[in-house]
């Protein structure tokens, strides 16, 4: 039985880890102004952020459709086909796959396909594709491949830390005063994803005390973590990845701690400094 792995394109893959999975990932598309930006492998992060920076507009994002799947789907030709999508309470890929699922099984029901709604982004959608590799390298049937993923996003935490909340303010998820006072009195926001759904978990004075919390959430999150891979994902933001990742391998035990940089959708929500941790 051969198995295939596809994400849309938040999930924030390496190209090395791409070719090392076999993963296809099927793009979204941002929008700035007049210029649309495909979010593969060709895509220009800094340029996008530059053109978002530039802009006084809210930059707007539209998720892969039915069909983009559904080719995706085709060209796997695989006995098993399993998806990862954002939050389907912040996207409609997942309902995208789900429709794409039920055109694909009408011309070839012998195909299994699953589509794994992650219940987070970025970071979490990295982990999720690392785990179904994990359990199709061990040769696990479908079923205890569909039910060790399902619980594992169940148990995954995800966390960022965003370095300016020009794009919050633009997209009106806070106010311009909300903001100002925030930037002055130098407020920044830990956010979570809890459920599928961007939360905040609380707020801390000044990037160090942040990420300095942001360390200490891990732990309260958890104690045993030798059989856990914790990513970090980033955007334009290498020194301040690095530094967290000395700093979280300085106080637990990971198995393994991967720095990835942000692709487009990641980028524009993620915008210029913003970090992203999944465990």
């Known amino acids: 039985m051969t198995s295939k792995i596809i994400a849309d394109s938040c999930c924030d893959l390496s190209m090395q880890l791409q070719m090392d999975m076999n993963v296809d990932l099927v793009p979204f598309k941002i929008t700035v102004e007049n210029d649309t930006y495909i979010d593969d492998d060709n ?3 800094m340029k996008l952020l530059d053109a978002i920076k530039a802009s006084s507009l809210v930059p707007k994002s539209s998720c892969p459709s039915p069909n983009d799947f559904l080719v995706s789907f085709k060209n796997a030709a695989s006995d098993n086909t399993y998806v990862i999508t954002i939050s389907s309470f912040l996207s409609g890929a997942y309902n995208s796959a789900m429709t794409a699922k039920n055109m694909f099984t009408e011309i ?3 195909k299994s396909i699953h589509i794994f709604d992650s219940l987070s982004a970025s970071t979490g959608e990295v ?3 690392l785990k179904l590799n994990e359990c199709i390298k061990k040769d696990l049937s479908n079923i205890e ?7 594992f996003i169940n148990d995954m935490k995800t ?3 965003l370095d300016s909340l020009d794009n919050l303010i ?3 998820r806070i106010s311009k005063l909300k903001g100002f006072i925030a ?4 407020i920044v926001p830990i956010m979570k994803a809890e459920g599928g759904v961007i939360d905040l978990h609380e707020k801390a004075r000044g990037s160090k005390k942040a990420f300095h919390r942001l360390v200490e959430i891990i732990g309260e999150n958890g104690t045993d973590f030798k059989d856990k891979t914790l ?4 955007c334009n933001a290498q020194e301040k990845a690095e530094s967290l990742k000395e700093s979280i391998s300085k106080t637990y035990n990971f198995k393994d701690i991967l720095i990835l940089e942000t692709k487009g959708l990641s980028t524009m929500y993620a915008y210029d400094g913003g970090v992203i941790i999944s465990f």
């Open 231 to 234: 990513c970090i994902t980033h």
């Open 145 to 151: 491949i569909i039910s060790t993923v399902t619980a």
């Open 183 to 186: 930037n002055i009195l130098n």
């Open 127 to 129: 982990l999720v594709a």
């Open 159 to 161: 966390f960022f830390i």
């Open 108 to 110: 070839s029901p012998n």
């Open 43 to 45: 895509i220009n992060t």
């Open 170 to 172: 633009k997209n009106g």
